[in-house]
Every structure is written in structure tokens, then in C-alpha cells.
């Protein structure tokens, strides 16, 4: 089969690979779509924390079939698999993105998505990607059924939107809180979506971004207030909002560093700051904000814990909805202008689609 296979930074290469066989527990599917994530361009571009700072010890173990957001349809099954997963041949099924060890200190106190192995799908050997025609499931994998009325698109969505899920819960909003999204882009833009639903017409919701047509998307998908930051001052317009306090949430998904300390200005006293993206480069920021002067609660965000079920559910009810958001998808043999395409900004969720 042919893969989209992780060499070094900017070295992705096509190329033929065995089509992976299921032992025990394991499944094959068929992948439907891939969808390049942020973290995939960062990757690609070289990011420290995928390769390290010197070129060696980065989380990435190359040679490494790419791509973290997808689903597919069962072909084959190894021993004990359907039982184990609940599964049957022809179904379409997710695996959330992380496959847990099942024996750390974490996943034996159900906290799996921060196991110590730390298997990922597109970035360690153990768990090549989906982007090639078949993709293997482990023993392990966290299993989830994907309704047939997904378009692929939408059910290549499932991972990045359970990550937008966790975050806005890890932002524990309260009826007639201001919560403010910081970078609009794919995950920011599920996030509004989400923050929505739980505000359930109360509080404001305001959306920041670079991309005017980031910012339309966002208001239509219930934003109250848009701010691009690069024509106004947005912790003064976000103070005059709340009466001098600052906002209650802030959920920084924008991976610019410039952003965190931009938060903690318009946050106000005892608010909760969720940090989600992934920087290239540090964030100098004054850390005395967070003790001395406000008291904030800071909430890490990682993965999607308990966001698959709930995300899968809104959008089939299309209570979330990401099809504005779904841009070209490219035949998995043209991964270079597929990455090219993700990478230039001007499109939302760019598709690679196996061949
Ligand atoms: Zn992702
Ligand atoms: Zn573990």
C-alpha cells in the first residue's frame, strides 16, 4: 500500500509499505480520510518538541506512517479483537489518537491520555498513522463506532474536536461567564462550538484571531464579540466588556507565545486560563500574574479525554459543525500540496485521502 511516510522535518516521503496484518486483539480498517493537524505542521516544519532541540530526542520515532485524524472501516479482525473492541467486520470505527499502556502510574489510575509510553497514532513506530490505505488498530486501542452519516470530513474531525471537548471542559464555564478563544483556527472554531453549548445563551463568548475569515466563521458559529488582534487593543476592549475585571475563561489554542501573556492581562482576578496549543518557541511571560496578583487557576489541556462520545454525538445531531471548515482533500499521493495547502493559513481542515 502506499503511506505517507515521516523521515525528518520536511521529509515526508510516499512510499510502498506492507499492508500491516491484525494479530491478537488488533484490527484493520480501511482509512476513510486524513485530516493535517497543527501538530502535523509543526512536525513537518522541524517543531523542538518533535524533534528535539538538537535534532535528537524529540517525541517523533522516525520512520513513521503519518496522520492522527481519521477513521476507517474494519477489513480485518485478529483473534479475540471483536470481542475485545465490540466490534464487527464493515463497521466504521475511530481509535482515539493516544494508545494507552494500560500498566503506568496513569493509566491505572484512569488517566490514560497521559500515559507515560505515550503512543501516538502518526508519531510512534508501534502506532504508524493513518495515512495510508490501511491502518492497525492495537490490542489497546480506545474504540469508538462512527455513524455512517459522517461525511469523511466530519468523521475525520472526531479526534481534533474530542481535543477541543476536553479543553473547554478543563475551562469549567459557569452560566454567564465571558470566555474568550484565542486563535480560531481549526480546533479554536469546535471550541466556540462547544463553549456555545455549555454558556447555553448566557455570558459572552468572544473570539480572537489574525484571519478576518476566521473571525466571520466564528461568528457564525455564535461568537457575541470578534477582535482581530492585529487592529485592536484586545485586553482593553475585553476589560471594557466586564466592567474593568477581565474575562472569566481564557483558552489560549492560538500557538503563539505572544498569546499567553496577552491572557493573563485580560483574564480577571481568580479566573481560569486553559493552555492548549503547542509553541515552537517559549512563552516569556510574568509569571508573578498568576500568584501574587490574581490568583488564577492555570489548566493544562491534552488530548481528548471523555471527548470522543460527546463530539461524535453533536456532530451527527449537528449540534457542532465543522463542515464550513472542511477545505480540499488531496489524493494521499499529492501529500506535498496537501501540506502546502495547510500550511499557507488561507483554508481551515485540509484533507489527505488514501489512494
Ligand atoms: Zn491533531
Ligand atoms: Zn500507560
Known amino acids: 500500500m502506499q503511506a505517507v511516510v515521516t523521515h525528518g522535518p520536511k521529509d515526508y516521503r510516499v512510499e510502498t509499505v506492507p499492508v500491516p496484518v491484525p494479530g491478537r486483539e488488533e484490527i484493520l ?10 501538530s502535523d505542521m509543526k512536525c513537518w516544519l522541524g517543531g523542538a518538541l518533535f524533534w528535539g532541540a538538537n535534532g535528537s530526542g524529540g517525541y517523533v520515532e522516525a520512520p513513521v ?6 477513521s476507517g472501516r474494519v477489513v480485518a479482525l485478529g483473534d479475540g479483537a471483536a470481542e475485545k473492541h465490540h466490534v464487527k467486520m464493515g463497521d466504521r470505527i475511530v481509535a482515539e489518537q493516544i494508545v494507552p499502556c494500560g500498566e503506568c502510574r496513569y ?28 491502518n492497525l488498530f492495537p490490542a489497546n486501542a480506545i474504540v469508538h463506532q462512527v455513524p455512517e452519516s459522517l461525511t469523511i470530513g466530519e468523521a475525520a474531525y472526531i479526534e481534533p474536536m474530542a481535543c477541543a471537548w476536553h479543553a473547554v471542559e478543563r475551562g469549567e464555564i459557569k452560566p454567564g461567564d465571558t470566555v474568550v478563544i484565542c486563535g480560531v483556527g481549526n ?8 463553549a456555545k453549548l455549555k454558556l ?3 455570558g459572552t463568548l468572544i473570539a480572537l484571531d489574525t484571519k478576518p475569515y476566521r473571525l466571520e466563521l466564528a461568528t457564525q458559529f455564535g461568537a457575541d464579540v470578534v477582535i482581530d488582534v492585529t ?24 500557538g503563539n507565545p505572544a498569546a499567553v501573556s496577552q491572557g493573563l492581562e485580560m483574564i480577571r482576578k481568580l479566573g481560569t486560563f486553559v493552555e492548549f496549543s503547542v509553541f515552537n518557541e517559549p512563552a ?35 449540534t457542532v459543525d465543522v463542515r464550513p471548515l472542511v477545505a480540499e482533500a488531496f489524493p494521499l499521493d499529492r501529500f506535498d500540496e496537501a501540506m502546502a ?11 489527505v485521502v488514501p489512494v
Open 29 to 38: 480498517i480501511e482509512v476513510d480520510a486524513v485530516g493535517i493537524c497543527a
Open 65 to 70: 506512517i503519518a496522520g492522527h485524524e481519521y
Open 107 to 134: 493509566c491505572l489510575n484512569d488517566q490514560y491520555w497521559m500515559c507515560q509510553r505515550h503512543y501516538i497514532f502518526g508519531f510512534k513506530r508501534q502506532t504508524n498513522g493513518g495515512m495510508a490505505k490501511y
Open 187 to 194: 480546533i479554536g472554531l469546535c471550541m466556540v462550538q462547544i
Open 200 to 202: 447555553n445563551g448566557t
Open 231 to 254: 487592529q485592536e487593543n484586545a485586553t482593553q476592549k475585553v476589560r471594557d466588556l466586564t466592567d474593568g475585571y477581565g474575562c472569566d475563561v481564557y483558552i489560549e489554542a492560538s
Open 284 to 318: 516569556t511571560i510574568n509569571w508573578t500574574i498568576i500568584g501574587d496578583t490574581k490568583e488564577l487557576n492555570i489548566h493544562g489541556s491534552h488530548l481528548g479525554p471523555g471527548g470522543y462520545a460527546p463530539s461524535i454525538a453533536a456532530l451527527a445531531n449537528h
Open 341 to 351: 495547502a495547510a500550511l499557507s493559513g488561507d483554508v481551515l481542515k485540509t484533507l
